[in-house]
């Protein structure tokens, strides 16, 4: 697939999850994908600073985890990505496939919680994208998965104040980060740690 095809079969997958959204009334079904500019900014983050090993909590149709994995697709890079849901996985498999991506990118499905810790790492990229109120324990776990140089990227910073304040705590309580919430789409919080000394 070329650059202007995938970026055209990303700009449908959005479009597509946006009708879904609109028409399902129960939040388990809905897409709730990246806003395009999160999704854009996201992909410069990760592949202009050439991450290799990323974590995304939160798969869902894959539409982020397309953009994750094309960007470290360029420097022989792979995405570790979780969902709880078993349909959406499905749909991520397929989507991925259609993208030329899926050897680039491992698809767990269950407990968001349990499986980060049970992950060997190391990590130097993770994007927190799914339960917000489980953040702060996924973080906690993954700490000593992380490598010295990480970025820690989370969506919603602005949209979900409340939900997402214990993240941003946890975030604020850990020594040697820099961090800043972007006011693109909904708020990306990103947080970098240069290497521990």
């Known amino acids: 697939m070329t650059e202007s095809e995938l970026r055209a079969f990303l700009h449908e997958l959005y479009v597509s999850g946006q009708e879904n959204d609109a028409r399902e009334q129960e939040r388990n079904k809905k897409m709730l994908n990246l806003e395009p500019d999160t999704a854009q900014l996201l992909h ?23 953009w994750l994995a094309w960007a470290v697709a360029a420097h022989g890079g792979r995405v ?35 499986i980060a810790a049970s992950l060997p790492g190391l990590f130097d990229c993770v994007f927190f994208d799914a339960d917000r109120y489980s953040a702060p324990a996924q973080l906690q776990a993954l ?5 010295p140089d990480v970025l820690l990227l ?8 409340d939900e997402i304040a214990d993240y941003l705590q946890a975030l604020a309580a850990l020594p040697a980060f820099e961090r800043v919430v972007v006011p693109t789409g909904k708020g990306l919080s990103v947080a970098y740690r240069a290497g521990i000394e």
């Open 44 to 66: 410069i983050l990760v592949g202009s600073s050439k991450r290799r090993n990323v974590l995304e909590i939160g798969t869902s149709n894959g539409y982020s985890t397309i």
């Open 143 to 147: 700490l000593p998965k992380l490598t």
């Open 154 to 161: 989370a969506d919603n910073a602005l949209s979900h104040p």
């Open 80 to 114: 570790v990505s979780i969902d709880r849901s078993a349909e959406k996985q499905k749909l991520a498999t397929a989507n991925l496939g259609r993208a030329g991506l899926r050897e680039v990118v491992d698809l767990r499905c269950g407990d968001a919680t349990e």
